[in-house]
């Protein structure tokens, strides 16, 4: 392999959902700029119309709503219909509603699972279903959170459904493995993000800064390296592994 070229995405087709803002509006950027071919899906068509005109290749914009079988179907007619590839997929959409467990109720609880993990499970179906079809394998990469092996305050939905992403993500490794179609998942601890740069601001926002090794937040160009070597063939021999990146978070003695 070329040492030069080792992220090299030329020729490859990414699908990342909730590509509209945060992490997955990145996401789309860093695999952009390594030469994949995007295919950005969310909820909010106009602001990834204005991500399209920063990429530096060819994107195609979706509306998808994870939460509805009827629009994860019409996104693998998109697909079909138009480049007929895929070959990355970044399961990134997903919600929180921060509550304390006695205070949660069960729209709430249903809701945060639903984009969360069965969501992620509706395009990871279809990312597969795919290329099963065109039998050129492919690499699922699903966006989990230092929070699938750690609990943090008022988040049990989100940190149900993360750990559940996690435990799907090795089921569907095993399973797909002898299709050539890797599953990994990458976990990111706490990243400064257009969505949450107002709360680390606040006294309790720093609170939580407070309690990484690194003392600092990650930044989302941080999360590159992890991302594009799942991404790329780089790691042809790695599936059902966790990547986590955060700042030694994971390792706080208890």
């Known amino acids: 392999m070329d040492k030069e070229n080792l992220f090299d995405l030329t020729g490859k087709v990414a699908l990342i959902t909730g590509a509209s803002s945060g992490l997955g509006k990145h996401f789309a950027k860093t695999l952009s700029s390594y030469g994949a071919k995007?295919?950005?899906?969310?909820?909010?068509?106009?602001?990834?119309?204005?991500?399209?005109?920063?990429?530096?290749?060819?994107?195609?914009?979706?509306?998808?709503?994870?939460?509805?079988?009827?629009?994860?179907?019409?996104?693998?007619?998109?697909?079909?219909?138009?480049?007929?590839?895929?070959?990355?997929?970044?399961?990134?959409?997903?919600?929180?509603?921060?509550?304390?467990?006695?205070?949660?109720?069960?729209?709430?609880?249903?809701?945060?699972?639903?984009?969360?993990?069965?969501?992620?499970?509706?395009?990871?179906?279809?990312?597969?279903?795919?290329?099963?079809?065109?039998?050129?394998?492919?690499?699922?990469?699903?966006?989990?959170?230092?929070?699938?092996?750690?609990?943090?305050?008022?988040?049990?939905?989100?940190?149900?459904?993360?750990?559940?992403?996690?435990?799907?993500?090795?089921?569907?490794?095993?399973?797909?493995?002898?299709?050539?179609?890797?599953?990994?998942?990458?976990?990111?601890?706490y990243i400064l993000t257009e969505i949450n740069q107002d709360f680390f601001n606040t006294d309790e926002g720093k609170s939580y800064i407070g309690k990484i090794p690194m003392k600092r937040l990650g930044l989302e160009s941080e999360l590159d390296g992890a991302l594009l070597l799942l991404a790329s063939n780089t790691s042809s021999f790695m599936t059902g592994s966790v990547i986590t990146v955060d700042g030694g978070h994971l390792v706080n003695p208890l």
């Open 38 to 189: 995007t295919i950005l899906a969310a909820r909010r068509i106009e602001r990834m119309e204005s991500l399209q005109k920063e990429l530096l290749n060819e994107s195609i914009v979706v509306s998808l709503d994870v939460t509805s079988n009827k629009s994860v179907n019409k996104l693998r007619e998109e697909i079909e219909n138009s480049t007929g590839q895929l070959d990355i997929l970044v399961n990134n959409a997903g919600i929180s509603d921060p509550v304390k467990f006695k205070d949660i109720s069960e729209e709430s609880w249903l809701s945060v699972l639903e984009t969360n993990l069965n969501g992620a499970f509706r395009v990871a179906k279809m990312a597969t279903d795919i290329m099963l079809k065109n039998n050129d394998g492919g690499s699922i990469i699903n966006i989990a959170s230092i929070l699938a092996e750690r609990v943090g305050l008022n988040l049990s939905s989100y940190a149900s459904a993360k750990a559940a992403l996690v435990q799907l993500t090795k089921s569907m490794a095993l399973e797909l493995a002898r299709s050539n179609i890797r599953v990994n998942a990458l976990a990111p601890g």
